[in-house]
Structure formats: structure tokens, C-alpha cells
């Protein structure tokens, strides 16, 4: 059973930078293809998809995020990243850490073919 485990959020002012982490729980550096996305769900709003990183290494970013934030995983620590520079208040919601098995450009942006979520990780963003 693969679970994805959030960690970082926090309340930060406009312009701040937090790191955010997803460590995946459970997967095996051998097994098959995957991507571990993003997503953020803001009080009264849907969840969306923010980034996403495949086993090969591709990284893919929302255009609302691009330039701002960064991903990255440590294949050691079985961790992924998500690096938040230039908060803004819009940037306030839950974050969530999605796995998938598989790492298709269908599945990345698809928040229906992740199979596990971690429970979110809270990003206060104030002015």
C-alpha cells in the first residue's frame, strides 16, 4: 500500500517562499512507472492540479504556478518536492500529494487516475 505523506505548510506573508514535502510511503524503487502530482484545494473551491513529476523526471507546472514554483524529488528518500517562492494570498489552500501509477501525459493532469492521496498539507498566505 503506497501512502503519500505531506509536510511543510505554513503561514507565510505575501512573497514568502515555503518548501513543501511528499514523502511516498510504501513504493518500491522497483516497481513501475508513476507520477506524483500537486494539487491544492482552496476553501470552497475544487481541487487543482498544480504539478506533477513522472519517473523519468519530467516535471509539468499549471500556468497560475509556472515560474514560481519548483519540483523535485529525492529518489533516496522517496520524497518530492514542491519549492513555493513568491506567495501570493491566491496561493492560500490544502495542499495535496497524489501517486499514480503510471506517468502518461493522460494521467499526470488527471486527478481521477491518481490511486493514492495523502491527507494535505495547510498554506496560509496573507498580504
Known amino acids: 500500500q503506497v501512502t503519500p505523506v505531506e509536510s511543510g505548510g505554513g503561514s507565510v506573508q505575501s512573497g514568502g517562499s515555503l518548501k513543501l514535502s511528499c514523502v511516498i510511503r510504501?513504493?518500491?524503487?522497483?516497481?513501475?512507472?508513476?507520477?506524483v502530482g500537486w494539487f491544492r484545494q482552496a476553501p470552497g473551491e475544487e481541487l487543482e492540479w498544480v504539478s506533477a513529476?513522472?519517473?523519468?523526471?519530467?516535471?509539468y507546472y499549471s500556468d497560475s504556478v509556472k515560474g514560481r514554483f519548483t519540483i523535485s524529488r529525492d529518489n533516496a528518500k522517496n520524497t518530492i518536492y514542491l519549492q513555493l517562492d513568491s506567495l501570493k494570498t491566491e496561493d492560500t489552500a490544502t495542499y495535496y500529494c497524489?501517486?499514480?501509477?503510471?506517468?502518461?501525459?493522460?494521467?499526470?493532469?488527471?486527478?481521477?487516475?491518481?490511486?493514492?492521496w495523502g491527507r494535505g498539507t495547510q498554506v496560509a498566505v496573507s498580504s
Open positions: 497524489g501517486f499514480a501509477n503510471a506517468g502518461d501525459q493522460y494521467t499526470i493532469y488527471d486527478l481521477m487516475k491518481y490511486n493514492y
Open positions: 513529476i513522472n519517473r523519468g523526471g519530467d516535471t
Open positions: 510504501g513504493y518500491m524503487s522497483s516497481g513501475g512507472t508513476y507520477c
